[in-house]
């Protein structure tokens, strides 16, 4: 899709915020990865969620009072999400973070897809499906092993020590990742310009990050189809498709997608 011309002014000033910030981070929630096919479940009607509710499904009592009910819809999400590619919006924050330009990447998604298109320094404060945890002896596992566990046909994978293991996921009613999340704070505080990409900013505690980042005297750049919270004290403010607006700006800075 071709940026109207309102869209590549932005494009421009958001480079310039770019060159002028010593410190940049990205904070990104479900918005940026549905151009790979993944839908936010908080949109309705959408695939797998659409029968199931979601704080029910995926939360610690689930898991906890009935694992192979768990792992039986569960499985079906993994198994989506690990065969999902990033899109250019993903790509794009990669390669910025490369020529130096971002410095810190805090995500709300669980995708591994930052990391997949080649981003190294990623907070990811909802956990993330690329291992599986023993709640009972801290072992943790690859996805690898969880998917051929499951391909196999056990019902439940389980650790060594016999517990069965559970997402590296935050599931509803679990606590965050501690150490995630104090980067994320430290990372939001530090940030001279934090450009928040496909979130609405309205789950906490992520939703709290960028008043930290205004209120240490940083600046504040909301990429995001929807209004958030946080617009009206936003510096620039896009509403285009990720896919479309990041790799322009990574083109004006000069990071090749390569
Ligand atoms: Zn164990």
Request: no cysteine.
């Given at each position: 899709m071709t940026l109207s011309p309102e869209s590549l002014e932005r494009v421009e000033r958001l480079g310039r915020l770019l060159e002028e910030s010593a410190f940049t981070v990205v904070l990104t929630g479900a918005g940026i990865s549905t151009a790979s096919g993944?839908?936010?479940?908080?949109?309705?009607?959408?695939?797998?969620w659409e029968k199931a509710d979601p704080a029910k499904v995926a939360a610690l009592d689930a898991f906890r009072e009935d694992a192979r009910g768990f792992w039986r819809f569960y499985s079906q999400r993994l198994s989506r999400l690990g065969n999902v590619e990033p899109n250019p919006a993903h790509v794009a924050l990669a390669c910025l973070e490369r020529g130096g330009r971002i410095h810190g990447l805090i995500t709300?998604?669980?995708?591994r897809l930052h990391s997949k298109a080649g981003s190294g320094e990623v907070a990811e404060v909802h956990g993330s499906i690329d291992r599986a945890e023993c709640l009972a002896c801290g072992d943790d596992y690859p996805y690898d092993r969880v998917m051929d566990d499951l391909s196999a046909g056990i019902e439940v994978p389980c650790c060594d020590c016999g517990e069965a293991l559970k997402p590296g996921v935050t599931l509803f009613g679990e606590d965050l990742p501690p150490d995630a999340l104090r980067t994320a704070v430290g990372w939001a505080r530090s940030a001279e310009l934090l450009i928040v990409a496909?979130?609405?900013?309205?789950?906490w505690p992520v939703a709290g990050l960028p008043e930290m980042t205004l209120n240490a005297g940083g600046r504040l750049a909301v990429l995001n189809a929807e209004a958030t919270p946080y617009d009206a004290e936003a510096v620039l403010v896009e509403r285009s498709p990720l896919e479309d607006f990041l790799p322009v700006v990574a083109e004006r800075l000069g990071c090749s997608q390569a």
């Open positions: 993944i839908p936010d479940f908080r949109t309705p009607g959408t695939g797998l709300q998604n669980i995708d496909g979130s609405s900013l309205r789950v």
